[in-house]
């Protein structure tokens, strides 16, 4: 399969804990972009990545998120003492950046985090 | 600011009648629009796209849809439903590339389609 994996699928946390989840885009693509998804809403940009540096963040990723993607490949997105707000699917996509490009993304199945 | 609006939370169609899912966008600009499907416990596929080339645009498995410029809408539709595109529709649009560098999506909230046999 050649399309963007997304690890774990399932976390269930108390709150209070951390959590990391991981991305592996397509292997060409160089753009990585995380989004947030809740339950009847469409999802909401949270990041993203060109190869490995992070370019924009959207007033939603508060200071306990971090994202990186240190070698421009995979991508991890960490949540610190997390809370019962954070509960939802934390979706990523991938691009590659090209002239003209018109924002075709290609997104995982994603990663649904409960926190009780 | 850029937004879409699904006008629709959810439409429920016959098998083999039209199907029809409302989207107006708000632009200052002449944006790239979209249309995203999500299947229960599967990523978001693309559909369709709009990128101010021909307004009719025809996508994947049948859909198709049209930029109204003059009623800023980008409604889908497809002639004869099917069992399988029972789904999650999501109205996209992307601003203008130069304001938008990054390529980020802004997705309306969702039209959940049922499909009756």
């Known amino acids: 399969d050649t399309g963007v994996s997304q690890d774990p699928r399932h976390k269930i946390t108390k709150r209070g804990q951390n959590v990391t989840f991981r991305c592996d885009p397509i292997s060409e693509h160089n753009r990585l972009y995380w989004y947030r998804q809740t339950l009847g809403q469409g999802p909401e940009f949270l990041t993203y990545?060109?190869?490995?540096?992070?370019?924009?963040k959207s007033r939603l990723l508060s200071d306990r998120f971090s994202a990186e993607r240190p070698k421009g490949s995979f991508s991890t997105l960490e949540i610190q003492r997390t809370e019962q707000g954070d509960s939802a699917m934390y979706l990523c996509?991938?691009?590659?950046?090209?002239?003209?490009?018109?924002?075709?993304?290609?997104f995982g199945e994603g990663s649904r985090l409960t926190v009780l | 600011a850029q937004s879409v609006t699904q006008l629709d939370s959810h439409v429920s169609v016959s098998e083999g009648t039209p199907v029809l899912l409302r989207c107006n966008y708000s632009?200052?600009?002449?944006?790239?629009l979209f249309w995203y499907v999500q299947h229960p416990n599967k990523g978001l596929q693309l559909l369709l796209k709009?990128?101010?080339?021909?307004?009719l645009v025809k996508g994947i498995n049948g859909f198709e849809a049209e930029f109204k410029k003059s009623e800023t809408s980008f409604h889908l539709t497809k002639p004869s439903a099917h069992m399988s595109d029972a789904a999650e529709y999501f109205c996209v649009v992307s601003p203008l590339l130069i304001y938008n560098q990054g390529g980020k999506l802004i997705f309306g909230q969702g039209t959940e389609l049922s499909v009756k046999p």
């Open positions: 709009y990128t101010s080339a021909a307004t």
């Open positions: 996509a991938s691009s590659l950046k090209v002239a003209g490009d018109t924002g075709e993304l290609f």
């Open positions: 632009s200052s600009y002449s944006p790239s």
């Open positions: 990545f060109q190869n490995e540096a992070q370019l924009e």
